[in-house]
Nanobody
Framework: QVQLVESGGGLVQPGGSLRLSCAAS????????MGWYRQAPGKQREPVAR???????NYVDSVKGRFTISRDNAKNTVSLQMNSLKPEDTAVYYC??????????????WGQGTQVTVSS
């Protein structure tokens, strides 16, 4: 059994910053790529940032230069530092990790979601 617990969401004014974290625990043998997605009201869930095991990083164009994804392999955590936040960043943010519990089969796990609201 694997659990993902997210933290760090909240209400912030435009131009402000938030840091999201996602911690994985339970039966974990290895974690491959880690990522963050978001879903705004009335919209589909979209990928925001991804970091591979080797440290390769990808961002959606709308957050480049403002968001930074990082991972701590020793702690099985992935974080998303969000700066210069805009109202259009308002969404529920989900972490997504590719995890193997036994060294063979891999499965994607989702966090429970954390609300980020950017508003004055």
């Amino acid at each position: 059994q694997v659990q993902l617990v997210e933290s760090g969401g909240g209400l912030v004014q435009p131009g402000g910053s938030l840091r999201l974290s996602c911690a994985a625990s339970g039966s974990i043998f290895s974690i491959d790529d880690m990522g963050w997605y978001r879903q705004a009201p009335g919209k589909q869930r979209e990928p925001v940032a991804r970091i591979s095991t080797g440290g390769s990083i990808n961002y959606v164009d709308s957050v480049k230069g403002r968001f930074t994804i990082s991972r701590d392999n020793a702690k099985n955590t992935v974080s998303l530092q969000m700066n210069s936040l805009k109202p259009e960043d308002t969404a529920v943010y989900y972490c997504n990790l590719l995890i193997s519990s036994e060294g063979t089969n891999w499965r994607r796990y989702w966090g429970q979601g954390t609300q980020v609201t950017v508003s004055s």
